[in-house]
Structures are given as C-alpha cells and as structure tokens.
C-alpha cells in the first residue's frame, strides 16, 4: 500500500517521526514518501493510497508555519476526500493546557469536514509525558496500518 506522509513542523521533530514512521512502515512492505507541507496545496490528496497527518502545534493552538498555507488551501478549495483514509499523529505539550495538540486536532476537524475516512484515533503525543514521540509514533502507525489495510483492500 502506499502512504503518503505530509508533515507540519517549527523545530523538527514532527519531521524525525515520519522518518521513523516510514521505516516502519516500509519495514512491514509499504511504499511510503514524506512530503514537507511547505508547497502542498488540497490536490495532493489525489495521490493514490492513504495519508498521515504528522504536526506539531506551534504558538497559541496553531498548526505549524510550513502548514498554514495548506490548511488554508484545504479549507478554501473544500475538495470532496470521500474515500481517502487519513489518519492523524499529532504532537503537543500539555503545559499549554488550552491548545493542547490542537494543530492535529486543527486538521481532523477540516478533513472530517471534506468527507475524509479519518482512521484510528487521533494520536496526541504529550511532549511534557516522559515519553518519545518517534517512539511512540511508531507504534500508533503500525496499528494504524494495521486498521487502513482491510479497508484500502475493499475500495
């Protein structure tokens, strides 16, 4: 299966999670391709096989400067995504308890609107927790593909 990874990020680290996503996943035999959302417009989900949102939240709840444009786009354009099965990791730090991940949560609530199949829950890696969020991505997307396989076999 394919996966398309697009990435929001400020430092990085949304970035180092998708790399390790993608070995992952193409550990367990998957095509997989990181994309920047830096120049990505709504047309990228024209792309074959399924998605994964992976940002951070910057600022006061916001979604990263590299994704703004994009989340803009989508919002704008409002590209009918029935049938995509997207799914969503999204990284935060509960300090900031009013806006806690609300970048990832920003985006499923857009692509919840398009018509997209959002699949598995949203993951909301607390940075504050103790614990990795390659880490813990990876293991969030390999029971995530584990769920998106039976349904793109069906489409």
């Not at 910057?58 to 009918?80: K, S």
């Amino acid at each position: 299966m394919q996966v398309s990874i697009l990435v929001g990020t400020m430092t990085g680290t949304a970035e180092l999670v998708a790399g390790d996503i993608k070995k992952a996943l193409e550990g367990k035999g998957h095509a997989v391709e990181i994309l920047l959302m830096d120049n990505l417009k709504s047309d990228v989900f024209q792309r074959p096989g399924a998605f994964l949102i992976c940002t951070s939240t910057y600022g006061q709840g916001d979604v990263p400067d590299n994704a703004r444009d994009f989340l803009a786009d989508l919002r704008t354009a409002r590209p009918d995504l029935t049938g995509k099965l997207v799914g969503i990791v999204g990284l935060g730090d509960s300090t900031y308890q009013d806006t806690f991940n609300h970048g990832g949560r920003q985006f499923e609530e857009t692509l919840a609107s398009l018509n997209a199949s959002l699949v598995g829950e949203r993951m909301q890696h607390n940075a504050s927790g103790g614990s990795l969020p390659e880490e813990d991505g990876v293991a969030w997307a390999l029971d995530w593909v584990e769920q998106v396989e039976p349904l793109a076999q069906a489409a």
